[in-house]
């Protein structure tokens, strides 16, 4: 691979807890980065012994197959040793375990922690009692950066550029990190951004994020180049979000009737894992030409490897190892 | 009743003192003569024949003499009266009421009568209880308020959550006005607010943190004000930290209903803001609001809408504390900063010393039918000698409580009590540091 001016000590902060903040170069430098490894990912036997001796801890508090091996291929790719601790939901009884497990895991000196849970604010939390780099790899409904940042790539290398575009984010947005991690960085990139929802599912004064919000799907999704969709997080719900999945998919559920509205080369994306026949239609998200969701995984690993290895090395050279 | 009788008190002599009794607006320069646990005499001209030779002398050297604070709301976590006590009287707090969700709750006699017994053992602040408005907290079938209140319980109140059944809370108050007794409900409707940790709007939406709407506080000052009239009960709201609020409970009073309400010091000092970056110490219930309800709580405290300061003192250990944000308990400890915090209104210039100083003496004093709060001849000595400019700030290890959870955490603040004297006895003494 190329060798470019990536400089890991450029990188502002010792963790990755979330895009709120962060400013465009620093967006682009971790972009650009993934960049250069997504080449490498697609050669055979593409690795690099960039972390090698390095530890990677995964703690996922909730459930994830994708997210958990994203972080693990990703680790393994630059040579680090990847762990994935267990943590059964049934003997974790939240908030004063996290504590006593960050505790214990940071005696073992790991050089990064990839941590998802179920309440907001916790890998903040995790970041204030650890010495090593914390990955915010979800927290409760705030932040899901590294989905942002390969959701960023994946519309950069299909568009060309996120300046300018129109992006609409559709679904649960109350419930959701990646609509908060998304409004964050599209528009510190110069998009613009647009909610479609009904309004039990956008939260209060989300205007106030810089964000247009549309309660209907046509209106909202009119001329836009980027369609995302969100995932319904039936398990976050409590009742009476709305009434039953065939009233939302019928509002707003994506067809080709409703994504008509939108631009003729519209990318349709979605985080995954999709509920099919709920917020999209299957044969949208099997549309080669327009659905961008494999590829979204694809930059998933190339975009965790940059985040890994920027916040390893940046905390290597200010602890002048 | 006291148990600390060893050396008789004598008589003591505080000279050279700005004698401030927010209940008569006296604001002098002169002296205070107590004997044994109770005040003899004040004012100006007390000492211009001298200083009785007998007296021990306390030269306050110009700073303000006051009534001690009256703190209508306090918490007390276990049975830890030793350390609730320090910590009031190390913020001129020299008596407090305390809420019944004691362990065991106080809805029984009996534990009224512990909970005296056990203050008075712990010789320092005076501790008055709340009673259970209904058994156990649960809401269902009412305390036996009359007894109760014979027993010492000031007022009723379920701690901090409101009656929830409409119908119960208006049995509670028609019956309660039989004895005269009043009703001191914390005004938060609780379906809206059950599942949410902060105040609803954009920095709840930003941290990801399911918010409570103002609309929680509002619903329930509205219905209780319309039971409360109904009824002809007596009625306090806690913590009033909504401007709508406010402007209901201001039309009630102006209606003639029977209604008080207080707020706390976080409410008018501190918005939503301070949550921050999921600040557990930040987390209260109510739940700080937005800038433009501070405001109104500021308005409400000049205009006379809100009738008493308390601290909300609610202790809670690390391991409550250091939790992520949602999974936190909410409240915030009180006593030490609730002289300088409402000082801020003074130095603001908001109010005036002795309008401020009434909010946190006589008036909750007069709301609780306490003999306390104010200067005169004959009633106990609980006095406080306090400099109202002195600075500091508010960290950890300034505070005497065990648990250190102050949402004012890093502020400076201007004002400190130097000393508090309760019955006659000085019992906390501010060092030079």
Same mark, same amino acid.
């Given at each position: 691979?190329?060798?470019?001016?990536?400089?890991?000590?450029?990188?502002?902060?010792?963790?990755?807890?979330?895009?709120?903040?962060?400013?465009?170069?620093?967006?682009?430098?971790?972009?650009?980065?993934?960049?250069?490894?997504?080449?490498?990912?697609?050669?055979?036997?593409?690795?690099?012994?960039?972390?090698?001796? +390095?530890?990677?801890?995964?703690?996922?508090?909730?459930?994830?197959?994708?997210?958990?091996?994203?972080?693990?291929?990703?680790?393994?790719?630059?040579?680090?040793?990847?762990?994935?601790?267990?943590?059964?939901?049934?003997?974790?009884?939240?908030?004063?375990?996290?504590?006593?497990?960050?505790?214990?895991?940071?005696?073992?000196?790991?050089?990064?922690?990839?941590?998802?849970?179920?309440?907001?604010?916790?890998?903040?939390?995790?970041?204030?009692?650890?010495?090593?780099?914390?990955?915010?790899?979800?927290?409760?409904?705030?932040?899901?950066?590294?989905?942002?940042?390969?959701?960023?790539?994946?519309?950069?290398?299909?568009?060309?550029?996120?300046?300018?575009?129109?992006?609409?984010?559709?679904?649960?947005?109350?419930?959701?990190?990646?609509?908060?991690?998304?409004?964050?960085?599209?528009?510190?990139?110069?998009? +613009?951004?647009?909610?479609?929802?009904?309004?039990?599912?956008?939260?209060?004064?989300?205007?106030?994020?810089?964000?247009?919000?549309?309660?209907?799907?046509?209106?909202?999704?009119?001329?836009?180049?980027?369609?995302?969709?969100?995932?319904?997080?039936?398990?976050?719900?409590?009742?009476?979000?709305?009434?039953?999945?065939?009233?939302?998919?019928?509002?707003?559920?994506?067809?080709?009737?409703?994504?008509?509205?939108?631009?003729?080369?519209?990318?349709?994306?979605?985080?995954?894992?999709?509920?099919?026949?709920?917020?999209?239609?299957?044969?949208?998200?099997?549309?080669?030409? +327009?659905?961008?969701? +494999?590829?979204?995984?694809?930059?998933?690993?190339?975009?965790?490897?940059?985040?890994?290895?920027?916040?390893?090395?940046?905390?290597?050279?200010?602890?002048?190892? | 009743?006291?148990?600390?009788?060893?050396?008789?008190?004598? @008589?003591?002599?505080?000279?050279?003192? @700005?004698?401030?009794?927010?209940?008569?607006?006296?604001?002098?320069?002169?002296?205070?003569?107590?004997?044994?646990?109770?005040?003899?005499?004040?004012?100006?001209?007390? !000492?211009?024949?001298?200083?009785?030779?007998?007296?021990?002398?306390?030269?306050?050297?110009?700073?303000?003499?006051?009534?001690?604070?009256?703190?209508?709301?306090?918490? =007390?976590?276990?049975?830890? $009266?030793?350390?609730?006590?320090?910590?009031?009287?190390?913020?001129?707090?020299? *008596?407090?009421?305390?809420?019944?969700?004691?362990?065991?709750?106080?809805?029984?006699?009996?534990?009224?009568? $512990?909970?005296?017994?056990?203050?008075?053992?712990?010789?320092?602040?005076?501790?008055?209880?709340?009673? *259970?408005?209904?058994?156990?907290?649960?809401?269902?079938?009412?305390?036996?308020?009359?007894?109760?209140?014979?027993?010492?319980?000031?007022?009723?109140?379920?701690?901090?959550? *409101?009656?929830?059944?409409?119908?119960?809370?208006?049995?509670?108050?028609?019956?309660?006005?039989?004895?005269?007794?009043?009703?001191?409900?914390?005004?938060?409707?609780?379906?809206?607010?059950?599942?949410?940790?902060?105040?609803?709007?954009?920095?709840?939406?930003?941290?990801?943190?399911?918010?409570?709407?103002?609309?929680?506080?509002?619903?329930?000052?509205?219905?209780?004000?319309?039971?409360?009239?109904?009824?002809?009960?007596?009625?306090?709201?806690?913590?009033?930290?909504? *401007?709508?609020?406010?402007?209901?409970?201001?039309?009630?009073?102006? @209606?003639?209903?029977?209604?008080?309400?207080?707020?706390?010091?976080?409410?008018?000092?501190?918005?939503?803001?301070?949550?921050?970056?999921?600040?557990?110490?930040?987390?209260?219930?109510?739940?700080?609001?937005?800038?433009?309800? @501070?405001?109104?709580?500021?308005?409400?405290?000049?205009?006379?809408?809100?009738?008493?300061?308390?601290?909300?003192?609610?202790?809670?250990?690390?391991?409550?504390?250091?939790?992520?944000?949602?999974?936190?308990?909410?409240?915030?400890?009180?006593?030490?900063?609730?002289?300088? =915090?409402?000082?801020?209104?003074?130095?603001?210039?908001?109010?005036?010393?002795?309008?401020?100083?009434?909010?946190?003496?006589?008036?909750?004093?007069?709301?609780?039918?306490?003999?306390?709060?104010?200067?005169?001849?004959?009633?106990?000595?609980?006095?406080?000698? !306090?400099?109202?400019?002195?600075?500091?700030?508010?960290?950890?290890?300034?505070?005497?409580?065990?648990?250190?959870?102050?949402?004012?955490?890093?502020?400076?603040?201007?004002?400190?009590?130097?000393?508090?004297? =309760?019955?006659?006895?000085?019992?906390?003494?501010?060092?030079?540091?």
């Amino acid at each position: 691979m190329s060798e470019s001016a990536f400089d890991p000590t450029d990188f502002p902060d010792p963790h990755l807890l979330g895009i709120e903040g962060l400013a465009p170069p620093y967006i682009s430098m971790l972009l650009d980065r993934a960049n250069e490894f997504v080449e490498l990912n697609r050669t055979v036997g593409g690795k690099l012994d960039t972390l090698a001796g +390095r530890t990677v801890m995964n703690l996922f508090y909730e459930a994830s197959t994708r997210t958990r091996t994203s972080f693990e291929l990703a680790g393994k790719r630059l040579g680090a040793d990847v762990i994935n601790m267990e943590v059964s939901t049934s003997s974790i009884k939240k908030g004063e375990t996290l504590i006593d497990t960050a505790m214990t895991l940071n005696a073992m000196h790991p050089d990064a922690l990839v941590i998802r849970h179920g309440s907001s604010g916790a890998a903040k939390l995790l970041s204030e009692k650890v010495n090593c780099a914390v990955l915010n790899a979800g927290d409760g409904r705030h932040e899901h950066p590294t989905q942002a940042l390969l959701d960023a790539l994946t519309i950069r290398r299909r568009k060309g550029r996120i300046d300018g575009l129109q992006v609409a984010i559709c679904g649960d947005i109350v419930h959701s990190r990646v609509a908060r991690s998304n409004i964050h960085l599209l528009n510190t990139m110069g998009a +613009r951004v647009r909610l479609i929802a009904p309004k039990t599912l956008i939260p209060t004064e989300a205007e106030r994020l810089g964000v247009e919000v549309f309660h209907d799907m046509r209106a909202g999704l009119w001329d836009c180049d980027i369609v995302m969709m969100l995932r319904l997080q039936s398990e976050r719900m409590q009742t009476n979000f709305f009434p039953t999945l065939r009233e939302y998919y019928h509002f707003f559920g994506l067809d080709y009737a409703k994504l008509s509205a939108a631009k003729d080369d519209a990318l349709i994306m979605h985080p995954g894992p999709m509920n099919r026949g709920v917020e999209i239609a299957s044969d949208v998200a099997d549309d080669i030409g +327009r659905s961008a969701i +494999r590829e979204q995984v694809e930059m998933g690993v190339a975009v965790r490897m940059a985040c890994l290895e920027t916040l390893v090395k940046r905390q290597e050279a200010e602890n002048g190892r | 009743m006291s148990v600390k009788l060893a050396s008789p008190l004598g @008589r003591v002599a505080y000279v050279n003192a @700005r004698l401030l009794d927010p209940a008569t607006g006296l604001d002098a320069i002169g002296g205070l003569l107590s004997d044994g646990e109770a005040i003899v005499a004040f004012g100006p001209g007390l !000492f211009k024949d001298g200083v009785p030779e007998d007296a021990k002398i306390v030269d306050c050297a110009g700073l303000c003499l006051a009534p001690g604070l009256v703190d209508m709301r306090i918490q =007390i976590s276990g049975k830890d $009266f030793e350390n609730v006590g320090a910590s009031a009287v190390a913020g001129g707090v020299t *008596a407090a009421v305390c809420l019944p969700s004691t362990t065991p709750v106080i809805d029984d006699r009996a534990v009224v009568e $512990f909970v005296a017994r056990a203050a008075r053992k712990a010789g320092l602040v005076k501790i008055y209880p709340y009673g *259970a408005v209904t058994k156990g907290l649960e809401g269902k079938e009412l305390a036996e308020m009359g007894l109760l209140a014979m027993s010492g319980a000031v007022a009723f109140t379920d701690g901090d959550k *409101a009656v929830e059944n409409a119908n119960t809370l208006a049995q509670a108050f028609s019956y309660a006005s039989t004895f005269g007794l009043m009703i001191v409900e914390h005004p938060e409707e609780p379906a809206l607010a059950d599942a949410g940790c902060m105040n609803d709007g954009e920095t709840a939406t930003r941290l990801g943190l399911t918010g409570i709407p103002k609309e929680a506080e509002i619903i329930m000052v509205e219905r209780d004000l319309r039971l409360a009239a109904m009824t002809g009960g007596r009625l306090h709201f806690s913590h009033v930290s909504t *401007a709508e609020s406010l402007d209901l409970i201001r039309a009630a009073k102006d @209606r003639g209903v029977s209604v008080t309400c207080d707020t706390a010091p976080p409410y008018f000092a501190l918005n939503e803001t301070a949550v921050g970056d999921y600040r557990t110490f930040a987390k209260l219930s109510p739940p700080l609001r937005s800038e433009a309800d @501070r405001e109104a709580v500021v308005a409400g405290l000049k205009d006379g809408a809100i009738d008493a300061i308390a601290s909300d003192h609610a202790p809670r250990s690390e391991d409550m504390k250091r939790l992520p944000f949602a999974d936190a308990q909410a409240g915030g400890v009180g006593m030490e900063t609730l002289l300088p =915090i409402t000082l801020e209104l003074v130095h603001n210039g908001h109010l005036g010393l002795l309008e401020a100083l009434g909010l946190i003496t006589c008036q909750p004093a007069e709301l609780l039918g306490l003999e306390a709060g104010r200067l005169k001849p004959g009633a106990p000595a609980d006095l406080i000698l !306090f400099d109202p400019d002195r600075g500091w700030q508010v960290t950890e290890n300034k505070l005497v409580s065990k648990a250190k959870n102050t949402p004012f955490d890093g502020r400076p603040v201007q004002g400190r009590v130097m000393r508090t004297v =309760i019955d006659g006895r000085t019992v906390f003494e501010m060092g030079d540091a």
